[in-house]
């Protein structure tokens, strides 16, 4: 009895001391990687938007071959992203984002060094492809280091990167292009993004790995869904290797409603945003008629909006969510509203006054960084195991909207001599996002396959 009265002591004793224990929080440390990471992955992947009115009276190209060299990235970054995911699916985490850091930022870096169309296209595709893996390993991060609860406010923090850098580093981007010339900012932000990948080699752990991170933290995330097994950590520990892939289970992903509309939903949302990455600097030069200053001075605004945006999105989801909001009103609400003050965009063709457009379009922008809570939804419905496979097919679809939008406003400013239409299609989009996550998406759920 003696014996049993002192197991129950300790055992209560223990367990009083891991409540008392304060939970590292070394899971922001991982999502502030994560955040640095995907803002270079934007400056690489938009610096060629700064570049493009001096660019292009340099190399002598047109309106029309601009827009393919715009969408040129998204040809490979779309192709690659089943293969991107696959990899990350088989190597993990920490080893495939060091590499397509390393490699997206040596293309960069060559692009300054281009002399024609030719060599530019080239730089482009193999941007794409070293970009592919990117937001499909920063959701498995999420899923893995943080509980459902936080994993909106997650994802908004690393994806207010894409906006912030440009908000940030545009004035500085602009007066290092009119000091230097455009080939300074591919030297500056490539070489930026190696020095990176180093960096995130030698600080990104697992949870279970990760010497910052206690038991209650990890107790935490696991109680909430988290602490996933990667699969570089999978086979250092000795499990067995999971099914292999099969290409018919595409096809059986997409069959599923919610996988089907929030593919189209994001391809919406990412119209807008490709828009403000690539056409943005050349719409205020050569539609409103703008300096350099001005435009860097302006180039800000819609980007801090953006970034507002993004973080308003992902805390609003929590907070409904929190408040014993189901998924789907807590997951959609944001992206709904977000679309549909998106397609506002087009009201920038009836005005005049430059601060007027500036501010329809950071109330677009803002609204945009509402929408972009996408990659919350493809952790909550992933199957398990086919997290990365789910994210590939999610962000082919939603970056064929890199593809289509450049190539779309291309033809149409060299065609009509004019923004106007451009604006249109994108505001036509948006809204038709709106009504996919109304009507297509339905409830959010994991997707079991049988």
């Not at 010339?181 to 591919?186: D, H, I, N, Q, T």
């Not at 929590?318 to 509203?337: C, T, Y």
């Not at 999610?394 to 970056?399: E, P, R, T, V, Y």
Request: proline share 3%.
């Amino acid at each position: 009895m003696a014996n049993e009265s002192s197991a129950r002591t300790s055992t209560a004793s223990a367990a009083a001391t891991r409540k008392t224990v304060r939970r590292s929080r070394a899971r922001f440390g991982i999502l502030a990687l994560l955040a640095i990471g995907t803002m270079i992955n934007y400056l690489d992947r938009t610096v060629l938007g700064i570049a493009a009115p001096q660019l292009t009276n340099e190399l002598g190209i047109s309106a029309a071959v601009m827009g393919v060299m715009f969408s040129a990235f998204s040809w490979t970054y779309v192709a690659a992203q089943i293969p991107g995911g696959m990899f990350l699916d088989r190597f993990g985490t920490k080893l495939t984002y060091y590499l397509s850091m390393t490699f997206w930022s040596l293309a960069t870096l060559l692009q300054g060094f281009v002399t024609g169309v030719g060599t530019l296209l080239a730089c482009r595709l193999g941007l794409g492809v070293a970009e592919s893996p990117c937001f499909p390993a920063n959701s498995r991060v999420v899923a893995t280091w943080f509980p459902q609860k936080e994993r909106a406010m997650a994802t908004g923090t690393y994806t207010v990167g894409e906006y912030i850098g440009l908000a940030c580093f545009s004035p500085l981007l602009f007066a290092l292009m009119g000091e230097f010339g455009w080939r300074a900012l591919f030297y500056v932000v490539g070489a930026a993004g190696m020095l990176f990948g180093g960096i995130w080699w030698l600080f990104y752990r697992e949870p279970r790995d990760h010497p910052g991170a206690n038991a209650a933290e990890l107790e935490y995330i696991e109680a909430g869904g988290g602490l996933t097994n990667d699969p570089a950590s999978d086979i250092e520990h000795g499990a067995k290797a999971k099914p292999k892939f099969e290409w018919r289970t595409i096809g059986r992903l997409l069959k599923h409603r919610q996988l089907a509309g929030i593919c189209f939903g994001q391809f919406a949302g990412n119209s807008t945003l490709v828009f403000f990455l690539t056409w943005f600097p050349t719409y205020l030069a050569t539609e409103r008629h703008m300096g350099w200053l001005k435009i860097g001075f302006f180039a800000i605004l819609p980007f801090i909006a953006a970034s507002v945006g993004v973080m308003f999105g992902g805390v609003l989801s929590d907070w409904l969510l929190a408040r014993g909001k189901s998924a789907n009103v807590a997951r959609k609400l944001p992206i709904i509203a977000g679309l549909l003050l998106a397609s506002t965009i087009v009201l920038a063709n009836y005005v005049e006054s430059n601060a007027v457009v500036i501010a329809i379009l950071s109330v677009a922008f803002f609204a945009q960084g509402m929408a972009a809570l996408g990659w919350t939804l493809v952790s909550d419905i992933a199957p398990e195991g086919m997290l990365g496979v789910t994210g590939g097919i999610f962000n082919l679809a939603a970056n064929l909207a890199g593809i289509i939008t450049p190539l779309a406003v291309g033809f149409i400013v060299a065609a009509t001599g004019s923004f106007v239409g451009a604006l249109a299609f994108i505001g036509t989009i948006a809204l038709l996002g709106a009504l996919s996550y109304i009507f297509v998406v339905g409830d959010i759920r994991r997707i079991v396959l049988h």
